[in-house]
């Protein structure tokens, strides 16, 4: 009977073989093999080149293990199918399936010194990061690795001083980290040596778009051979080819699987418009162990804060209707999936990325598809140059992809400036049903309005920008082919030729039915020049929703729990709507037109607060706006549907669904972490606002999340400029929003500072000012006559 058995199964599977042309992978296997159940190929890269003399849809099944790869699966056009044609590479089902490109070390340890172990290795290999029994282990650091620590892991700021480079022997190859100073990403530098005066020597920096030096108190070194001393530190000496590593106390060091990252891809997608490839898919497989590529981070993204590096642990160029699904990218060194240039009809579904060092998925397109671009803030195109043609030069860029039903979580691991998902340059890209949390920056990214028509839906966006500042779980940027760095400049373009604004952004970009949650910035951060979003239907949990200046922006039906809106020096006449929202409190405006008039239309809107709904009606705003308590149905388990009978109804605002964020699959919903339901406050949450006149200019402390992102500042310290009298002795010096930072030399840090350095009533002659405008600070000395 079992023969019978036996017999049948393996007719059924030849059948099934002969029907839907399989090859087995087995990394036991032979790449002599005929590629059958029983005899079944080694390598996925014979596998490939053997499926292309295969007519028909191919499925190459990976039995159980690790297939560890000497150099990428690179899939170019004659790798490409027909839609009825595709080739499939994918896990036997119920087997685990690892892909990766470490090596594995073969090691004879023996103790070094003070708890430290050594080992020689035979062979050259990259040695960038190391596993143990599969987990990441730290390069020596200093600081040591503090998992309490917020930012870095622990920082200190004598991390590259000479006093502490006394230390090191022969630095030559560490790295430093260091926070941007403004808190707007990071910097990372190979240590080079030391100079004459015993000072690291440094390259890098290149990382962040916005170069403004390191921050001088979140800075780390890593991979200095003095700074070995502690459980799970590592070091390698190219020169001796020794290995240091100090085990945890029970580790069987002999008996441990070593391994050590040397690719930075696993699977390369190739090709062109003319020659794309098309109809290859990558499912239910491991795809682990790649090089970090922080070094890398060079290419600016037009006038973003962003830098990118091309590539991933999966690369698509050129590729159409190819997916990856159900894979779990599991600590990879850089990108997890990468699409660059042209890409058409691909799909990231059903994954878990976990860890990466860079970002989760990334859609980045050609900058010489951009019309008129520039490539740092401070640049720009001289107005009567600017092209005036709407939309791109080429299609050279990524469009109709999904990213659709991924838990995406701890990404940024060594890139601060990075995303779960990244958009650049690209249109009509799908972000729905993700749960993105736990996150350095941003959980979804867009760095400027090239060129709209993306859909960001259904998402569960929490716990972001956890080792950075001034930024959102949701972030973008708009500064296109019209913007300046000079404010006033800038609003006067927009004022006379108001059209310009939206020819990069010919689409609208859509946010709907998300959750938000940020405890360290905004829910949605629609920042510098972002135009033409239509956001509604969201649930925003705790940081608010912004909108500095920027050009057609509606947000509608969205629930600001706890907080309020925030418009920050907007265009006059910028044709932004807000309208049947419930917020907390008045708004949070900074920098607003002085002619009182905000955007299109403002009112409808729901106060949980009477007091806080008056203030907005004195300003001749939310006419018809109205106020209601906050009786929610189930707060606490996260439902915020309004009850019956609620006034919100009354100015049209709508219910929406409650119980469809974040991921969707059985699988990833067991293991997605949850996002923390706040409790709801009452009453007047505005902090204090103690104002003075000095010489004519109404001043504040700058002590906010939102002066500090409005004005540009580093760290929320300074005095504000909020207002200046027509008859002020500084009007021809001083402008609104500007921001005190000295008089006459004398710190002004904050309003008692200025307080206590009060000129005379009558004073005559000149005063030297330290003020902050548009981004940078800048001295004056004014004559008061």
Same mark, same amino acid.
């Given at each position: 009977?079992?023969?019978?058995?036996?017999?049948?199964?393996? &007719?059924?599977?030849? @059948?099934?073989?002969?029907?839907?042309?399989?090859?087995?992978?087995? %990394?036991?296997?032979?790449?002599?093999?005929?590629?059958?159940?029983?005899?079944?190929?080694?390598?996925?890269?014979?596998?490939?080149?053997?499926?292309?003399?295969?007519?028909?849809?191919?499925?190459?099944?990976?039995?159980?293990?690790?297939?560890?790869?000497?150099?990428?699966?690179?899939?170019?056009?004659?790798?490409?199918?027909?839609?009825?044609?595709?080739?499939?590479?994918?896990?036997?089902?119920?087997?685990?399936?690892?892909?990766?490109?470490?090596?594995?070390?073969?090691?004879?340890?023996?103790?070094?010194?003070?708890?430290?172990?050594?080992?020689?290795?035979?062979?050259?290999?990259?040695?960038?990061?190391? &596993?143990?029994?599969?987990?990441?282990?730290?390069?020596?650091?200093?600081?040591?690795?503090?998992?309490?620590?917020?930012?870095?892991?622990?920082?200190?700021?004598?991390?590259?001083?000479?006093?502490?480079?006394?230390?090191?022997?022969?630095?030559?190859?560490?790295?430093? +980290?260091?926070?941007?100073?403004?808190?707007?990403?990071?910097?990372?530098?190979?240590?080079?040596?030391?100079?004459?005066?015993?000072?690291?020597?440094?390259?890098?920096?290149?990382?962040?778009?916005?170069?403004?030096?390191? +921050? %001088?108190?979140?800075? &780390?070194?890593?991979?200095?051979?003095?700074?070995?001393?502690?459980?799970?530190?590592?070091?390698?000496?190219?020169?001796?080819?020794?290995?240091?590593?100090?085990? #945890?106390?029970?580790?069987?060091?002999?008996?441990?699987?070593?391994?050590?990252?040397?690719?930075?891809?696993?699977?390369?997608?190739?090709?062109?418009?003319?020659?794309?490839?098309?109809?290859?898919?990558?499912?239910?497989?491991?795809?682990?162990?790649?090089?970090?590529?922080?070094?890398?981070?060079?290419?600016?993204?037009?006038?973003?804060?962003?830098?990118?590096?091309?590539?991933?642990?999966?690369?698509?160029?050129?590729?159409?209707?190819?997916?990856?699904?159900?894979?779990?990218?599991?600590?990879?060194?850089?990108?997890?999936?990468?699409?660059?240039?042209?890409?058409?009809?691909?799909?990231?579904?059903?994954?878990?990325?976990?860890?990466?060092?860079?970002?989760?998925?990334?859609?980045?397109?050609?900058?010489?598809?951009?019309?008129? %671009?520039?490539?740092? @803030?401070?640049?720009?195109?001289?107005?009567?140059?600017?092209?005036?043609?709407?939309?791109?030069?080429?299609?050279?860029?990524?469009?109709?992809?999904?990213?659709?039903?991924?838990?995406?979580?701890?990404?940024?691991?060594?890139?601060?400036?990075?995303?779960?998902?990244?958009?650049?340059?690209?249109?009509?890209?799908?972000?729905?049903?993700?749960?993105?949390?736990?996150? #350095?920056?941003?959980?979804?990214?867009?760095?400027?309005?090239?060129?709209?028509?993306?859909?960001?839906?259904?998402?569960?966006?929490?716990?972001?920008?956890?080792?950075?500042?001034?930024?959102?779980?949701?972030?973008?940027?708009?500064?296109?082919?019209?913007?300046?760095?000079?404010?006033?400049?800038? =609003?006067?373009?927009?004022?006379?030729?108001?059209?310009?604004?939206?020819?990069?952004?010919?689409?609208?970009?859509?946010?709907?039915?998300?959750?938000? $949650?940020?405890?360290?910035?905004?829910?949605?951060?629609?920042? =510098?020049?972002?135009?033409? @979003?239509?956001?509604?239907?969201?649930?925003?949990?705790?940081?608010?929703?912004?909108?500095?200046?920027?050009?057609?922006?509606?947000?509608?039906?969205?629930?600001?729990?706890?907080?309020?809106?925030? %418009? +920050?020096?907007?265009?006059?006449?910028?044709?932004?709507? &807000?309208?049947?929202?419930?917020?907390?409190?008045?708004?949070?405006?900074?920098?607003?037109?002085?002619?009182?008039?905000?955007?299109?239309?403002?009112?409808?809107?729901?106060?949980? =607060?009477?007091?806080?709904?008056?203030?907005?009606?004195?300003?001749?705003?939310?006419? +018809?706006?109205?106020?209601?308590?906050?009786?929610?149905?189930?707060?606490?388990?996260?439902?915020?549907?309004?009850?019956?009978?609620?006034?919100?109804?009354?100015?049209?605002?709508?219910?929406?669904?409650?119980?469809?964020?974040?991921?969707?699959?059985?699988?990833?919903?067991?293991?997605?972490?949850?996002?923390?339901?706040?409790?709801?406050?009452?009453?007047?949450?505005?902090?204090?606002?103690?104002?003075?006149?000095?010489?004519?200019?109404?001043?504040?402390?700058?002590?906010?999340?939102?002066?500090?992102?409005?004005?540009?500042?580093?760290?929320?310290?300074?005095?504000?400029?909020?207002?200046?009298?027509?008859?002020?002795?500084?009007?021809?010096?001083?402008?609104?929003?500007?921001?005190?930072?000295?008089?006459?030399?004398?710190?002004?840090?904050?309003?008692?500072?200025?307080?206590?350095?009060?000129?005379?009533?009558?004073?005559?002659?000149?005063?030297?000012?330290?003020?902050?405008?548009?981004? $940078?600070?800048?001295?004056?000395?004014?004559?008061?006559?």
């Amino acid at each position: 009977m079992v023969r019978i058995f036996l017999l049948l199964f393996s &007719f059924m599977l030849s @059948y099934e073989s002969f029907a839907q042309q399989i090859l087995y992978l087995s %990394p036991n296997g032979s790449d002599k093999n005929q590629g059958g159940f029983n005899s079944p190929l080694k390598t996925i890269g014979f596998a490939k080149t053997r499926a292309r003399k295969i007519n028909g849809p191919v499925e190459i099944r990976l039995r159980k293990g690790t297939y560890y790869l000497s150099q990428p699966v690179v899939f170019d056009s004659s790798d490409s199918r027909s839609a009825t044609n595709r080739i499939v590479f994918k896990a036997m089902p119920n087997e685990h399936v690892v892909v990766s490109s470490a090596a594995v070390l073969n090691l004879n340890w023996k103790p070094y010194k003070n708890g430290i172990m050594q080992a020689k290795v035979t062979g050259d290999f990259i040695f960038d990061q190391l &596993f143990v029994n599969g987990k990441p282990q730290r390069m020596a650091r200093y600081p040591n690795y503090r998992s309490s620590e917020r930012i870095l892991g622990g920082t200190a700021p004598d991390a590259a001083s000479a006093e502490r480079a006394k230390r090191w022997s022969n630095p030559s190859g560490g790295y430093l +980290h260091a926070l941007h100073l403004s808190e707007w990403g990071g910097f990372s530098y190979l240590i080079k040596g030391k100079n004459e005066i015993g000072e690291p020597v440094l390259e890098g920096g290149w990382q962040n778009n916005r170069k403004m030096g390191m +921050h %001088p108190t979140y800075r &780390f070194v890593e991979n200095i051979f003095e700074e070995l001393d502690t459980c799970n530190e590592w070091y390698y000496n190219k020169l001796s080819k020794t290995l240091y590593y100090y085990p #945890p106390k029970g580790l069987n060091l002999n008996a441990a699987r070593i391994e050590t990252p040397q690719l930075k891809h696993i699977f390369e997608f190739r090709g062109t418009k003319k020659q794309p490839i098309s109809n290859i898919s990558i499912q239910d497989i491991e795809i682990t162990h790649t090089l970090r590529t922080f070094m890398e981070n060079k290419e600016p993204l037009l006038r973003s804060d962003w830098t990118t590096y091309r590539g991933g642990a999966v690369v698509f160029e050129g590729a159409t209707n190819c997916s990856v699904k159900n894979c779990f990218f599991n600590t990879v060194g850089g990108n997890a999936v990468y699409f660059s240039y042209y890409n058409r009809g691909n799909e990231v579904i059903g994954c878990h990325i976990l860890k990466a060092g860079g970002s989760g998925v990334s859609f980045v397109g050609d900058p010489k598809a951009v019309r008129s %671009p520039s490539f740092e @803030y401070n640049e720009f195109i001289n107005f009567k140059d600017i092209d005036r043609e709407p939309g791109p030069k080429t299609d050279n860029y990524p469009a109709k992809c999904k990213v659709y039903d991924n838990l995406i979580e701890q990404v940024g691991q060594t890139e601060i400036q990075s995303a779960g998902v990244q958009i650049s340059m690209s249109m009509d890209i799908c972000i729905s049903h993700n749960t993105i949390c736990n996150l #350095p920056r941003a959980g979804i990214n867009i760095s400027e309005g090239t060129w709209g028509g993306h859909i960001i839906e259904y998402n569960d966006v929490f716990n972001t920008v956890n080792e950075s500042g001034d930024h959102g779980s949701f972030n973008s940027w708009g500064r296109d082919r019209y913007w300046h760095p000079d404010k006033a400049t800038l =609003d006067t373009i927009v004022e006379k030729h108001p059209e310009i604004v939206l020819l990069d952004v010919i689409r609208p970009i859509i946010l709907r039915n998300n959750r938000f $949650r940020c405890d360290h910035g905004w829910d949605i951060d629609l920042d =510098d020049g972002s135009s033409r @979003y239509e956001i509604y239907n969201n649930l925003l949990l705790n940081g608010g929703l912004k909108f500095r200046e920027g050009y057609n922006r509606k947000a509608e039906n969205n629930i600001i729990i706890n907080n309020t809106f925030h %418009p +920050h020096v907007w265009f006059n006449n910028s044709g932004d709507i &807000f309208r049947r929202n419930i917020i907390f409190r008045n708004y949070a405006a900074i920098g607003m037109p002085g002619n009182g008039h905000w955007g299109k239309e403002i009112d409808f809107n729901v106060f949980t =607060d009477k007091g806080e709904l008056s203030k907005a009606q004195v300003s001749g705003r939310d006419k +018809h706006s109205v106020y209601a308590p906050p009786a929610f149905v189930d707060p606490v388990n996260g439902n915020y549907r309004l009850k019956e009978g609620s006034e919100a109804f009354k100015v049209g605002f709508k219910n929406f669904d409650m119980e469809h964020f974040g991921v969707e699959s059985p699988k990833l919903k067991s293991i997605a972490p949850k996002v923390l339901f706040p409790t709801i406050l009452f009453g007047n949450l505005n902090e204090g606002d103690s104002r003075i006149n000095y010489l004519g200019l109404e001043l504040k402390d700058l002590n906010s999340l939102g002066e500090r992102s409005a004005t540009g500042m580093a760290k929320e310290t300074g005095i504000l400029v909020l207002k200046v009298d027509e008859n002020s002795p500084l009007k021809k010096y001083v402008k609104v929003n500007d921001v005190l930072l000295a008089v006459n030399e004398i710190s002004t840090a904050r309003v008692a500072d200025l307080q206590a350095n009060v000129l005379p009533a009558n004073f005559k002659g000149s005063i030297h000012l330290a003020l902050f405008r548009n981004q $940078r600070e800048i001295s004056i000395t004014a004559v008061i006559e």
